[in-house]
């Protein structure tokens, strides 16, 4: 089954303490991306990869770093979290042949900083 | 200027009626453009894709963009409560070589019976 993969699905911890979001697609897709989904904001982009080893900052990248060391895989890093960076959290893919815009997403990330 | 922007709703509409969702944007060099359906606590899902002014259509849904008053609607006809969700409209933009998807804030749907 064709499927973009986010882990944890749920997350509470502390300010200060890194934390990474693992993400994996299936789809052999090269392009990936993070964002974040705030009330009243919408879905902001943080960063993307069009391919391996490729990465570049979105709208709101501050606080986080990505790698892209496998196509699969695109973990979100962060180095200290804040409480301001306590949102729902998508990791989508897409082939770069259909465009960046025909996303599929995982299933989402909820991540509470204390 | 918000980049995207899409009236918050709720849009009411009974069921069997036609359902309209607009979109405008304010990159005029936007080549892509597409709506994604949001379920509540769900995940995205891409539901359309267009590229060219015009309208295109894909079973009960309809895509409609005009580049140069820089809108974009979804139209939805014969609704069901099964299509009551949030509607987002994303726009591929000129700045980021085109890989730049913004996404507006979406307008909630409510179908009612």
């Known amino acids: 089954e064709a499927q973009v993969t986010q882990n944890p699905r749920y997350l509470i911890t502390v300010t200060g303490k890194k934390l990474t979001v693992t993400c994996s697609q299936n789809?052999?897709?090269?392009?990936m991306s993070w964002y974040r989904q705030d009330p009243g904001l919408g879905l902001r982009q943080i960063y993307y990869s069009m391919n391996v080893e490729v990465t570049d900052k979105g709208d709101v990248p501050e606080g986080y770093k990505v790698s892209r060391k496998e196509k699969r895989n695109f973990p979100l890093i962060l180095e200290s979290p804040s409480p301001n960076q306590t949102s729902l959290y998508f990791c989508?893919?897409?082939?770069?042949?259909?465009?960046?815009?025909?996303?599929?997403f995982g299933e989402g990330s909820r991540l509470t900083v204390l | 200027q918000k980049e995207v922007e899409q009236n918050s709703g709720p849009l009411s509409v009974p069921e069997g009626a036609i359902a309209s969702l607009n979109c405008t944007y304010s990159?005029?060099?936007?080549?892509?453009f597409f709506w994604y359906r949001q379920y509540s606590g769900k995940s995205p899902e891409l539901i359309m894709s267009?590229?060219?002014?015009g309208d295109k259509e894909d079973g009960r849904f309809t895509a409609q963009l005009n580049k140069a008053s820089q809108y974009v609607s979804l139209l939805i006809r014969d609704s069901q409560p099964s299509d009551s969700a949030t509607y987002l409209c994303a726009v591929n933009g000129v700045t980021g070589g085109g890989n730049k998807l913004t996404f507006g804030t979406g307008t909630q749907l409510k179908v009612e019976l």
């Open positions: 789809m052999n897709h090269e392009y």
């Open positions: 990159d005029r060099g936007s080549q892509s």
């Open positions: 267009i590229y060219s002014n």
């Open positions: 989508a893919s897409s082939l770069i042949s259909r465009g960046t815009g025909e996303l599929f």
